[in-house]
């Protein structure tokens, strides 16, 4: 097991390259967004994975600073299980369970130990699978996060009853990890944390013993993130959207993206005034919806000068997972092949060829 400071910064692959790389593949990331809503760029497949196989003892962790867990760099994200043959949608409850164990258990073994999960995800039945995988598994073997759905504007008493089923449906005692789930623009935010309550009673929740580390996902913009740093509120944690080209190009989310704000807060500034306030940071999008595990021909061609076994996906996910105060970088992984992957990418941090 390879543990790293989280100030250190990415030196293990050519900045250079992976700029140009990104000059030459972002218009075709972009273009690709609607091919990939319309399900028809290539996927990993379903059967034998031909990657090597990733040790089992060498995954990166970091130390949250304030409650001294150990993290493993790679985060499970819950939102994109394996779904059985029937099934009509990727993102509907028809979850394939024994292939969801059988990613939950390879995870565990292979040095894995956050799962991130969400009360809408899967139509709800993310948070009932994770529960049923997890708890195969000693309580002290993970840190299990989900969170409040602060965007269905729940009432105080809403939000009790969500918390409430959340722990039946988990099949947990406390939550290690405990988000306010997207927010996404100031005016929500008050409504249910501050004027409903919700905020208090889930402070007094961590008081309680139930929630062991309290933040936030964000989808707002500049003026939402210097509010909830002004507040007095011991943040733990926060989560946010992070990957190379949002770094280096001003994201604009899809008209249909309805959780985030229509003007989101540069990634660069978003990230350093962050860094700034110490707060730990989980990063989602770190593939940027995948798009950046499909760069088209060119820009793959340059990355592929440089380390010819890494694929587009480790690429991404080592930018991020270098930056400094990142405690962990979520992935929703649908087949083995992108759990392999990611686990090979952070296995160890410093030098994938070590294992290929």
């Not at 994200?77 to 024994?98: N, V, W, Y």
């Not at 965007?151 to 409430?164: C, G, H, Q, R, S």
């Not at 926060?238 to 985030?260: E, G, K, S």
């Not at 000068?305 to 649908?334: C, F, H, I, K």
Request: with cysteine; aromatic share 10%; proline share 6%.
């Amino acid at each position: 097991m390879k543990d790293e400071d989280s100030t250190q910064k990415t030196t293990r692959f050519s900045r250079r390259g992976l700029i140009k790389a990104a000059g030459i593949g972002v218009a075709g990331a972009a273009a690709a967004y609607g091919l990939d809503k319309a399900g028809l760029l290539p996927q990993f497949s379903s059967g034998k994975s031909s990657l090597p196989e990733p040790p089992t003892d060498q995954m990166t962790y970091r130390v949250h600073p304030k409650s001294g867990d150990k993290v493993s760099l790679l985060g499970f994200g819950c939102m994109r299980f394996p779904m059985l043959p029937e099934a009509t949608s990727p993102r509907g409850t028809q979850i394939d369970e024994k292939a969801a164990f059988a990613m939950v258990d390879y995870a565990i073994a292979h040095g894995v130990n956050y799962f991130d999960t969400g009360w809408a995800y899967h139509q709800g039945a993310s948070e009932v699978m994770t529960g049923k995988a997890l708890a195969r598994h000693p309580r002290q073997s993970f840190y299990l996060a989900t969170k409040m759905p602060g965007y269905m504007e729940p009432t105080l008493a809403e939000a009790k009853e969500i918390f409430a089923t959340q722990l039946e449906r988990c099949q947990v005692e406390y939550f290690d990890y405990y988000l306010l789930h997207a927010l996404t623009n100031l005016e929500g935010y008050k409504k249910t944390y501050e004027q409903q309550g919700v905020l208090d009673f889930l402070l007094e929740q961590k008081a309680q013993g139930r929630i062991r580390n309290l933040g936030w996902s964000f989808h707002a913009d500049r003026e939402t993130l210097e509010y909830l740093l002004s507040r007095d509120v011991d943040w733990d944690f926060a989560m946010v959207q992070l990957n190379y080209h949002d770094m280096m190009h001003q994201f604009v989310p899809a008209p249909f993206q309805r959780i985030i704000a229509a003007t989101p807060a540069p990634a660069q500034w978003m990230y350093d005034t962050l860094v700034a306030s110490g707060i730990p940071l989980m990063i989602m999008e770190p593939l940027m919806g995948g798009r950046l595990a499909r760069l088209n021909k060119k820009s793959l061609a340059v990355l592929q000068e440089e380390r010819p076994q890494d694929s587009a996906a480790t690429w991404a996910m080592r930018y991020v997972g270098g930056l400094p105060n990142v405690l962990t970088v979520l992935s929703g992984m649908t087949y083995m092949e992108h759990l392999q992957d990611n686990i090979l990418s952070y296995a160890p941090l410093s030098d994938r060829k070590s294992v290929v």
